[in-house]
Nanobody
């Protein structure tokens, strides 16, 4: 499965962006999808994830209430709507797909549970 992340850009604090993660195959619907980010000079971290059917979503505490993940399996695409952006959200954002069937957040926040990764899209939030 090839993943293409897009939608990043430069935005002022308080603004919004919507990231998209488009997959090359229709089997995309069999995979959970996660968004991770890597801030400048820091390790990659979990942001949000959605189960393969879309019934479960998870977010790290720092983005709860601001970011929303959703998926449209008919379009082989997962979205990350990011509102009320803060300068600390500045990072390269990556989407990843994995054959995850658990229902607890623990399964989704571990990068090693994802088999396919997109190339990343830069999000820069100015103060």
């Amino acid at each position: 499965v090839q993943l293409q992340a897009s939608g990043g850009g430069l935005v002022q604090a308080g603004g919004s962006l919507r990231l998209s993660c488009a997959a090359s195959e229709r089997t995309f619907g069999n995979y959970a999808v996660g968004w991770f980010r890597q801030p400048p000079g820091k390790e990659r971290e979990f942001v949000s994830a959605i189960s393969w059917r879309g019934g479960f979503t998870y977010q790290t505490d720092s983005v709860k209430g601001r970011f929303t993940i959703s998926r449209d399996n008919a379009k082989n695409t997962v979205y990350l709507q990011m509102n009320s952006l803060k300068p600390e959200d500045t990072a390269v954002y990556y989407c990843a797909a994995g054959y995850i069937r658990g229902s607890g957040m623990t399964y989704y926040l571990l990068s090693q549970n994802y088999d396919y990764w997109g190339q990343g899209t830069q999000v820069t939030v100015s103060s």
